[in-house]
């Protein structure tokens, strides 16, 4: 089955618990859940990961350039300072698409810049938790098109 990276950064472990009326009360082991059922029901393989060092996510995209067919990120935090993971997503082939849980366009202003937003394929923000559904439905189109296109 081919496979979809979804990758998570910093403080998606707290997730449920960390500011709920932002972010909801799903625990990113109820997303995974989620992302996994449908994935299957559509027949991919998923690659979740999450973590609060910038560099496991550099090198879990660099892994996707070797196995992934797509890759959905929720780089958080690191949205707005990581030149380093733009320049890591510039090297992955396939589609990419950015997802936040928020309407980052409604908070601060240091929020609505994203350096992932210049490689990125689609942007899906502001649709809870259940914007990763949409982000793997999302990417797993544009894949479909690249197939159909060969």
């Not at 029901?41 to 609060?52: A, C, P, V, W, Y």
């Not at 780089?75 to 980052?104: Q, R």
């Amino acid at each position: 089955m081919p496979v979809i990276y979804v990758l998570n950064g910093p403080n998606l472990n707290l997730l449920g618990k960390r500011q709920p009326h932002i972010y909801g009360g799903k625990t990113l082991a109820d997303v995974e859940t989620e992302v996994r059922g449908l994935a299957s029901e559509l027949g991919f393989d998923i690659r979740f990961h999450q973590s609060n060092r910038e560099y496991e996510i550099i090198d879990w995209i660099h892994e996707a350039r070797e196995d992934g067919a797509a890759l959905v990120i929720n780089p958080a935090a690191f949205t707005h300072t990581s030149v380093a993971i733009l320049d890591a997503l510039n090297a992955f082939e396939g589609p990419v698409i950015e997802i936040h849980i928020s309407n980052v366009h409604q908070r601060e202003s240091f929020r609505h810049h994203s350096f992932v937003s210049l490689r990125a394929d689609g942007i899906i923000v502001g649709m809870g938790t259940d914007g990763y559904l949409l982000a793997l439905r999302g990417a797993i189109s544009r894949l479909n098109a690249q197939r159909s296109k060969k």
